[in-house]
């Protein structure tokens, strides 16, 4: 990756320019180097560094205080981090150490991250090559509610799912589901967590993915789009009865780097910008673009882009079989887009451009997009079988 700025970056030598429909998971949902948190983050330099983590903090107290005025009813209460699965851990610490109980069920295929307690929350391919495994965690369906009742028992903490799981291919729930599985914790005793690392701040089109399933979960996890794209901080929102877990000891958990203070003055100007109506109203302009766009494409190549799968700017392009999503990311980068297929169901190509993107932009992407389907339909004959899906392995080499 070399030069970046708004929705394109350039390879390192500067040769190739693509758009980005990647944004790292929502990294980047405010493009490249956005030049209002740039200013933000150099006038925090100016008076601040990380803070200490032992010390109270304004900048983390008025973070914490417009995350709860942004999130619905007693979500008041924050946890700062550096990274999404440091939030998925804190959560899974909370969720445990409020409940008295161990047990965390989440989404086989889904994911939350690298660290301890969210690894062992994902898939096992994730967390096979590094010893043993930890105890209490099990994985069910996505969207499939009765493996969930059958899974959940007096020993279940909580259920931790994506509110609209990325890696697993970008599925959209059902009301139903969504709805089904606060009822099952409710009934159950048990804690809802949503991971909205990928889905929060604005990517569906609502500041938050789980206002489209009118439901309260218990903890809320943000990560990625927090930070601007320019300094790393996550966050876990917990409700405020939760909040006693800490009571007896405000410093069982720590984290040196978390809530960063020059990092929380970025996230502030994060939520500034992304809760604006405005800017939500801007996404949704674009997404409806995007479903036109996409919708005609999709009817083009029907035979190899079976499916749209959308909501606001999270969108996946399920496509013909599990090689067709390294194919189009191939063909896609060959046309001047960065855009990647979901890993733990490769026939879903991901495409998540920045929320700020210009509206103009919709057409090119659309043009390159469809050069891309052609190019990927006339590869994928060759590539099949396992020997050339070796091949194409090595022929994309994004940089
Ligand atoms: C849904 C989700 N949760 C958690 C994480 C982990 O975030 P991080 O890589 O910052 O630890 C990711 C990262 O891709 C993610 O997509």
Redo the contacts with the bound molecule.
């Keep these: 990756m070399g030069n970046r700025e708004k929705s394109i970056l350039e390879d390192m030598d500067g040769k190739k320019r693509l758009f980005n429909l990647h944004c790292n ?1 929502g990294v980047f949902n405010l493009g490249h180097r956005n030049t209002e948190l740039i200013e933000v983050l150099t006038t925090a330099l100016e008076d601040l560094d990380i803070g200490n983590h032992h010390l109270l903090s304004r900048e983390r107290a008025e973070l914490a205080s417009m995350l709860a005025d942004l999130m619905p009813k007693d979500l008041n209460v924050t946890i700062f981090g550096v ?4 939030a ?1 851990d804190v959560s899974i610490k909370v969720a445990r150490g409020f409940t008295g109980r161990t047990g965390i069920i989440s989404a086989k295929g889904g ?5 301890g307690l ?1 690894l062992a929350a994902g898939d096992e391919q994730y967390r096979k090559p590094f010893g043993p495994q930890a105890h209490g965690f099990s994985q069910v369906p996505f969207a499939d509610l009765s493996a969930l009742a059958e899974s959940i028992n007096e020993r279940t903490a909580a259920v931790i799912l ?1 509110t609209i799981p ?2 697993m291919g970008i599925i959209i729930p059902e009301l139903d589901y969504i709805q089904g599985v606060r009822r099952l914790c409710d009934e159950n005793g048990v804690l809802l967590i949503l ?1 909205e ?2 889905t929060g701040l604005g990517r569906t089109g609502k500041l938050w993915a789980f206002e489209h399933y009118d439901i309260l979960p218990d903890i809320v ?1 943000l ?2 789009g927090l930070s601007g794209g320019v300094y790393p901080i ?1 966050a876990t929102v917990i409700r405020e009865p939760l909040e006693q877990v800490f009571h007896p000891d405000p410093f069982i958990h720590i984290s040196t780097f978390g809530g960063a203070e020059v990092g929380c003055r970025v996230a502030k100007k994060v939520l500034e910008i992304s809760s604006s109506p405005d800017f939500l109203s801007h996404v949704n302009t674009l997404a409806d673009d995007f479903k036109k766009g996409l919708t005609e494409i999709q009817t083009k190549h029907s035979r190899f882009f079976l499916e749209l799968r959308q909501c606001g700017l999270m969108m996946g392009l399920k496509l013909k079989d599990d090689i067709s999503g390294p194919i189009l990311t191939k063909t896609a980068y060959d046309n001047d887009l960065l855009m990647v297929y979901a890993n733990n169901d490769q026939s879903v190509c991901q495409c998540l451009p920045p929320l700020n993107m210009d509206l103009d932009d919709v057409n090119y992407v659309m043009t390159q997009l469809d050069k891309a389907l052609s190019s990927a339909k006339l590869l994928r004959p060759i590539a099949k079988g396992k020997k050339a899906i070796e091949s194409v392995w090595k022929k994309i080499t994004i940089q």
């Design positions: 998971g990274s999404g699965g440091e998925v994911y939350h991250g690298h660290t969210a994506e990325a890696t991971d690392v990928q996890v990560g990625k996550s």
